[in-house]
């Protein structure tokens, strides 16, 4: 080949690598300016994606050494050192975000901030870093604690606490030192109620949240991590599998993740259901991984578009030293979950009991009683209000026979203010659904069904 062509063929090579980024990568980049990407290992839907996220840190420089002494500790740990291709991890550079974060004894964020914040990277899991001197720990030890897919972890204390919390966050393993007033989680791998349900064990001991379990190791990092950095054979499998598996053993449906608009949903724990407290639609990532206890489905036009589980409502909050770990368990009054955009997402307990269904994307507003405008188009005359619990509030008859077409004017049941589903029969796709929400003021005095 001449010289005169080696112009010619190094732009056509410098094109050829900007379309394969373009068209190949486009759903994977990060937000400019933002995420910072300290080891990748393959695209985000492939990998375990970890962000860290600063609190109380001043600068770039003491951030990026608090996160070098965590995630470099993190992967000394077996099974992860093995497995440290299997992670991605991201670190976000950006200072001054209110994550909600308190430290009377314990480091608690807030979960709605923190998901705000951390949805402009990809992630499955958050730790967020939290700068605590190592003197004022001398001091004032500091407990870090954990729920769902989030940490929020003493900047001062051993890397080997996100090691103790990555295993409730990743292996869904449990604490296996004694927990006043603890449960056992029925579910739960590495406490068993007799020696011989563990397949495989270092040493069967007595104690593992309460006096009557027993756990697969005397002393391992889920009993106390000052102690030891060995999570134990049974425990190292678990984490081993599940790893594996990306968290696709609890039969989820999931997206592939992409930087795209998601939904991040505040609710409030009502009893035995939820009340829905907020809903932002905005641009970012939401997680993919499965974990035990509850889950959501999600669906669009009828039809489930995802569901995951995402752990049980409870704050672990614990701190490890010479003398063994302490800890307590605390069920949270409200949580947050970011997901994909959708319809409707309905959340379950672990026993597969819905706590009630929710509209993603509510336009109408209306107040109780309100005469409105029901604008239609080959739909049935009778309609059914649910209210998010499935119980059903009321009834609607519109004026025409059967099928019906055009404006037809009614009243909408009397009820309490809330967040409602109206159910309609279409000729054409059979049974709808539209979220509506009833309150003191009314968006507008027409519904539009179809």
Known sequence: MGVKYLPFVLLLLAMSISFYFLFDYSEEELAPGVCTDIMMNGGINEKIN?????????SVATFEDAVTKFNEGFFTIEPYASLKNEFNIYRLDS?????????????????????????QCPHDFIVVLSQYSETEDLINPLRSASIFNLAYVNGADSFLVLSHESGHMVGDLVDEYLIPGGDVPRDAANCAQECREFDILDDCKQGCITSEY?????????????????????????????????????????????????????????????????????????????????SYVLTEENKVIEKRFFGYPTLIMERGNS???????????????????ADFIEVFNEMGE???????DVDWVF?????????????????????????????????????????????????SDGEYILYYYTITQGWKKQPITIGTTSSTEKLVLS
Not at 327 to 341: A, H, M
């Open 367 to 415: 107040r109780s009683g309100q005469k409105i405008t029901f604008d239609v188009d080959s739909v049935y005359r009778k309609l059914y209000l649910y209210d998010s619990y499935h119980t059903l509030k009321g009834k609607i008859t519109l004026d025409c026979k059967d099928l019906c077409k055009g404006e037809f004017i009614e009243n909408l049941p009397t009820v």
């Open 50 to 58: 970890i962000l860290y996220l600063p609190d109380d840190y001043a």
């Open 95 to 119: 200072f001054g975000n209110d994550l909600g974060c308190t430290k009377e004894g314990t480091v608690i964020c807030s979960q709605g901030k923190v998901n705000r914040v951390g949805k």
């Open 214 to 294: 027993y756990r697969s190791i005397d002393v391992g990092l889920m009993r106390n991590y000052w102690d030891t950095q060995n999570f134990g054979i049974f425990n190292e499998r678990e984490l081993t599998r599940i790893i594996k598996e990306k968290g696709g053993s609890s039969g989820g449906v999931l997206l592939s993740p992409k930087r795209d608009k998601v939904y991040i949903v505040d609710f409030s724990v009502n009893g035995e259901a939820l009340s829905l407290s907020s809903i932002s639609g905005e641009e970012g990532y939401a997680p993919k991984f499965n974990k035990k206890g509850y």
């Open 323 to 341: 003398g063994g770990m302490n800890g307590e368990y605390k069920t949270v009054e409200d949580f947050s979950l970011v997901v994909p955009t």
């Open 354 to 360: 819905s706590l009630g269904e929710f509209g993603l």
